[in-house]
């Protein structure tokens, strides 16, 4: 289960939606998002940085 933090510092009503890359991705190195009907992969490379591709 896929866990939603808040950002700790400001107040809540401006506070953005924080999450887990390695939750997102789970098991394996990609994940599958979609944005109004466009599919992106988000990667996490051998040196720990994320790649967002179209």
Same mark, same amino acid.
């Given at each position: 289960?896929?866990?939603l933090r808040r950002?700790p510092a400001g107040?809540?009503?401006?506070?953005?939606?924080? +999450?887990?890359? /390695?939750?997102?991705?789970?098991?394996?190195?990609?994940? *599958?998002?979609?944005l109004d009907g466009?599919? +992106?992969?988000? /990667?996490?490379?051998?040196?720990?940085?994320?790649?967002? *591709?179209?």
């Open positions: 289960m896929m866990t950002s107040d809540e009503a401006t506070a953005q939606p924080q +999450y887990d890359a /390695r939750e997102l991705i789970g098991d394996g190195q990609t994940a *599958t998002i979609t466009q599919i +992106y992969t988000l /990667r996490i490379t051998r040196m720990g940085k994320l790649i967002l *591709t179209k």
